[in-house]
């Protein structure tokens, strides 16, 4: 169900509180695995949203720093694709602290040493995020392709051995992981490669992308309607406080850049107005809660 | 880079598989496969482009300064500025004694008195004989309002975990009329010192348990803060880590410290901020304090406080509320 296909609702509008986290879809929708969970369906076929250079980054980085923003997330696809990803960082940095989301499958040990020296030179955070979606190849495997965990393992032990420790972003895809035994089980797993202070972030599911295909589409009462939602309980959306940069132009959110409709403008000042709430997975991010940051 | 199906997979999975990647050429549109071009084109139809004086204005009027009637105090020469008393009133002794004798005029809280610490009403006399001139921060919004949690703004179960340990023992141990006193602080103030107009709050200026971190708070985005905030300077605390940054601008932002828990350095002294008017502006330093924190582990022991909290204060490094730090914050620590 796309957006241009939704009867209009009447639906809450939320407002641009401040714009403190602007997003990079730096990788383009072009992976090196085809999760079947994954909600902007990603793939190495997949150029909906092409990488973007650093060239085309610096412009947005500019306008970003006038308006204050905070920090700065990058992701894809996956960003180390991308192959002026390190050069990216290092002019990020110079800005405001970020933030990666990456499989971990390109994180080698010569990456991650100079990423670490990225890090340690600048003023600001560097921080990874690398994704997990089971605690055992019987269980990540399926969801994030063959032979992927050891290779996501190995991504993560040499971002540690370079004193780079990420946070282990697991989707609620992998049954049980939000419990407080599945959580051990991750901080078990991680223990185990050496990493003593684990970091875990659980993110529920939205079912858009290729996660129709898995776990199904949303149901139609599962949308947010003018008067339902109490007033203020918007500010915790995420939308109240981000976009989403991709190459062609700037989005809500990290969540719908596969809806035109969501595209708000081409630059940051295009952008700082409300955005209706209309699709379904508005509706997951109220209810749970969810901020696709740290 | 090249993607290679799983092996041992029926046809029906096969496939499912072979549709995850069929992509070349089309693009994804919700749950659609549209040819690229259609996608692009629709993309390229939505959304705003206002004319480059639009944008201007747009930009301006969001950087633009903000109304506020909070009156203006001073001005003074020097005063001493803390945070997060977190119950300690064995440092907050030592901080009344300290200001004093570097010549404080005035005396500042920046708010959480309460939390983690023991005996909350012994803060309290304290407060009035330094004449501390006080603010609320989250935990007196949270006493004085009846609020279930401390809302701090912590993200992480790990961290609300101890958190809400703090809040319901000092929640028990804090008398009505405490609170109530509590909620009649200010949520914020404004004070010159020399020259130059300070913005003193909790958190940020935006919200009382935002997070301001050295290492996530950008030169570019504090300037902007200032901006907002019509101020020379901006004072907060909630962090638990003390820092200052002189801007380009001139301008100044000091996370003035708390003095209820060390620094997570492996130092038991704990940190507050004397800000003083000087000929080039204002001069700002960041205080040690040390103080009878064996007694104050002693106390916490007998008031049956977590032992993860007393480990902090004889140690200097923090065992709980991690999780917030930022990357570079908790590479630095010792847990």
């Known amino acids: 169900m796309s957006l241009a296909e939704i009867t209009p609702l009447s639906a809450p509008r939320v407002e641009l509180k401040s714009l403190d986290t602007l997003w990079f879809q730096v990788g383009g929708t072009v992976c090196n695995l085809a999760c079947t969970h994954c909600f902007v369906s990603c793939s190495p076929t997949n150029h909906t949203h092409e990488a973007m250079p650093l060239a085309e980054v610096r412009r947005y980085l500019d306008e970003a720093a006038r308006l204050g923003v905070r920090e700065y ?15 990216i960082l290092a002019a990020t940095l110079e800005v405001g602290p970020a933030t990666v989301l990456t499989n971990g499958l390109l994180l080698d040990p010569a990456r991650c040493a100079r990423l670490e020296a990225l890090a340690d030179a600048a003023d600001y955070s560097l921080d990874f995020r690398v994704s997990l979606d089971g605690w055992d190849a019987a269980s990540n495997d399926p969801i994030r392709g063959e032979g ?22 697991v989707t609620e895809v992998c049954e049980g992981a939000a419990g407080d035994e599945g959580k051990e089980r991750f901080f078990t797993l991680l223990r185990s490669l050496g990493i003593g202070r684990p970091r875990l972030k659980i993110l529920p599911v939205f079912r858009i992308g290729a996660e129709t295909e ?4 949303y149901e139609s009462w599962q949308r947010l309607r003018e008067g339902e939602v109490a007033d203020g309980a918007l500010d915790h959306l995420q939308c109240s406080s981000c976009r989403m940069v991709t190459d062609q132009g700037v989005w809500v959110c990290p969540i719908l850049v596969n809806e ?19 699709h379904p997975a508005c509706w997951t991010c109220h209810v749970y809660g969810v901020s696709c940051r740290t | 880079m090249s993607y290679r199906p799983p092996k041992d997979l029926d046809e029906q999975e096969r496939q499912a598989r072979a549709k995850l990647t069929a992509h070349r ?7 659609k496969l549209v040819p690229l071009a259609v996608f692009r084109q629709a993309a390229a139809r939505k959304g705003l482009k206002l004319p480059r004086e639009e944008r201007e204005s747009a930009v301006l009027a969001y950087t633009a300064g903000l109304d506020d009637p909070t009156p203006v105090e001073g001005p003074y020469s020097r005063i001493a500025v803390f945070g997060g008393v977190y119950s300690n009133h064995l440092a907050l002794l030592e901080l009344l004694e300290d200001a004093a004798r570097r010549g404080a005029e005035a005396v500042y809280c920046l708010g959480d008195l309460g939390a983690f610490g023991p005996n909350p009403e012994k803060v309290r006399p304290l407060l009035a004989q330094g004449e501390v001139l006080a603010i609320q921060g989250n935990y007196e919004e949270s006493l004085a309002s009846g609020r279930e949690d401390c ?29 109530a006193w509590m909620g009649t602080l200010p949520r914020r103030r404004r004070v010159r010192v020399g020259e130059r107009e300070l913005l003193l709050v909790h958190g940020s200026p935006r919200r009382v348990n935002e997070f301001l971190f050295h290492s996530t708070a950008p030169v570019p985005f504090l300037e902007v803060l200032l901006d907002q905030s019509r101020c020379d300077g901006i004072l907060a605390t909630h962090t638990g880590l003390h820092w200052h940054r002189r801007l380009p601008s001139g301008r100044d932002v000091v996370n003035v410290g708390v003095i209820g828990r060390p620094a997570n350095d492996g130092q038991t002294h704990v940190w507050y901020s004397m800000l003083e008017a ?15 924190h064996a007694g104050l582990a002693a106390e ?15 140690t200097g490094w923090w065992t709980t509320c991690l999780e917030i730090l930022p990357a570079r914050e908790r590479a630095a620590s010792r847990f």
């Open chain 1, 148 to 169: 992927t965990f050891e290779k996501i393992l190995a991504g993560i032990r040499n971002l540690h051995a370079a004193g780079l420790n990420p946070v282990i972003t």
């Open chain 2, 278 to 292: 000087r000929e080039e502006g204002l001069g700002v330093e960041l205080v040690p304090l040390a103080y009878n």
């Open chain 2, 151 to 179: 809302n701090c703004g912590y993200t992480d179960p790990r961290d609300n975990h101890f958190a809400e340990i703090s809040y319901r023992y000092t929640e028990r141990n804090c008398s009505p009329d405490f609170k």
């Open chain 1, 214 to 217: 898995r776990g199904g589409a």
């Open chain 1, 73 to 87: 997330y990058f992701t894809g696809g996956e960003p180390f694709l991308n192959p002026e990803m390190e050069a």
């Open chain 1, 260 to 278: 035109p409709e969501a595209k708000m403008g081409e630059t940051l000042a295009d952008t700082l107005g409300d955005f209706p709430l209309e």
């Open chain 2, 300 to 314: 916490m022991r007998s008031e049956g406080l977590p032992e993860e909290f007393v480990e902090t204060i004889l």
């Open chain 2, 25 to 31: 050429g089309m693009a994804t549109w919700g749950e």
